[in-house]
């Protein structure tokens, strides 16, 4: 739960899918809310230390 690494993430995942000049910080980028993961999330967060759900609207 650090938001400084939270956004380093963000900014990764970002770059990735093409979108590397998009604006985060923590206005924009925030902890939403707190559930036990299914398996395939908590697979994904095992292997990268984190995980981001692409909500609506998002690129592909």
């Known amino acids: 739960k650090d938001p ?3 956004i380093n993430y963000a ?3 970002l770059a990735s899918i093409g979108e590397s000049d998009a604006i985060v910080n923590q ?4 902890f939403c809310h707190s559930a036990e993961a299914p398996p395939d999330i908590r697979n994904e967060i095992d292997a990268n230390g984190y995980c981001i759900l692409k909500l609506e609207g998002c690129p592909k």
């Open 11 to 13: 900014k990764e995942w």
């Open 27 to 30: 206005t924009n980028c925030v």
């Open 4 to 6: 400084e690494q939270a």
